[in-house]
C-alpha cells in the first residue's frame, strides 16, 4: 500500500491535517478488530493494506458526497453498523458528530461499544436493534440529520426500513458501486418518490491504490 495515495486521499475527504499526523487510535482499532475476529465473526478484512483501504478509507470516502460530515455538528444514524464501520472513522475524523450505530448482531455493537469506549468517542452510542423498530420511538424518529447505509441491503428497500429516522432536510446515504447504482436507478427514484425524497448521485469516487470504486446515493427529505 502506497501510504502517501492514503493520506492524499483522506485529505481529498476532509480529514484535518491534526487527525492525519495522529493515527494511532486508528492503529489500536485495527489491532483489536484482528484481535476480536479470532473468536468472534466481525469482519472477513483484516489484512493490514486492506483494512486502511476498504475499511477506513472507504468509509471515509462519503465526505466526498457529503462535505458536512466531516466538520459540522450533526447527529447521525449508521444502520446495519456491523464491527464500526463507517461510524468509528466518521467519529475519529469529526469529533462534533453525535453518532448512534445499529445493528441487529449483539456480538457486532458489544464490539462497537468497548471502542467507543477505547477511542474516547464520548458523543457515541452502540444499540441492537433494527431501523424499522427504533424508527417508530420518539428519540430516533425523525432525529437525524443523516442516516448513513453501507453493505446493507438496496435501496429500493431500505428506505422502506429507515426513511422515518431523517429530521426535514437530512439525508438517507447509501454506499454503492457503480454498477448497483445504474442497476437499480430506476427503482430507487420510484421509492424515492413514494416517501417525498429527492434523489441524487455522487460522482464516482476511485478509492486509494486501485482498492475499487464507489459511489453515493443520497436521499434528502423534502
Known sequence: ????ELISFLEACGVAESRLTDMSAIERLR????????STNLTRITDADEFWLLHLADSLAVGMAARELMSESLAVADVGCGAGFPMLPLAWANRALTVTGIDGRGRKIDFVRRQIERMGLTKCRALTGRARELAREPEHAGCYDAVLLRAVGTPGKMLRECRALPRPGGKIIFY??????DAQRALSRREAGKFGLDMAESPTIALPCGAGERRFVVFTLS
Open 176 to 181: 454503492t458501486t457503480p454498477s448497483a447504482a
Open 31 to 38: 489491532a483489536d478488530l484482528v484481535e476480536a475476529n479470532r
Open 1 to 4: 500500500m502506497d501510504r502517501d
